[in-house]
């Protein structure tokens, strides 16, 4: 079982920046694909980021590429979402995601959930 414990949401201005991390209660972390999913309201969830076990492969989603940095530390069993050049279409709660395989395109392959993160945009 993997216990995921998202944090670091909150409120931004447009072109601002915030960093989410997300701890993982699992002694085996480093075995684990790692990803970040979104949910707007009204909306589906939908894929952001994703990283492999060792973080050395990464996929973004187009709408964040070039803006959103994911990365992970396996010695803290941490993942982090770092996101640049916020726009108000990012509001959206922020799931952080694990799975034995890599997290793309979509949720198929998430095994485990966080409780998601409320990031809120303002122009």
């Known amino acids: 079982q993997v216990q995921l414990v998202e944090s670091g949401g909150g409120l931004a201005q447009a072109g601002g920046s915030l960093r989410l991390s997300c701890a993982a209660s699992v002694r085996t972390f480093g075995v684990y694909a790692m ?6 309201p009204g909306k589906e ?10 973080g050395a492969t990464t996929y973004y989603a187009d709408s964040v590429k070039g803006r959103f940095t994911i990365s992970r530390d ?3 069993n941490t993942v982090y ?9 990012d509001t959206a709660v ?15 392959f998430v095994e485990y959930w966080g409780q998601g993160t409320q990031v809120a945009v303002s122009s």
Do not use: H
């Not at 990803?35 to 707007?40: L, N």
């Open 94 to 108: 922020y799931y952080c995601a694990s799975g034995r395989r890599i997290l793309v395109p979509d949720d198929r």
């Open 35 to 40: 990803g970040w999913f979104r949910q707007a």
């Open 81 to 89: 979402l770092q996101m640049n050049s916020l726009k108000p279409e």
């Open 74 to 76: 396996n010695v803290k």
């Open 45 to 54: 969830r939908e894929f952001v980021a994703a990283t492999s076990w060792d």
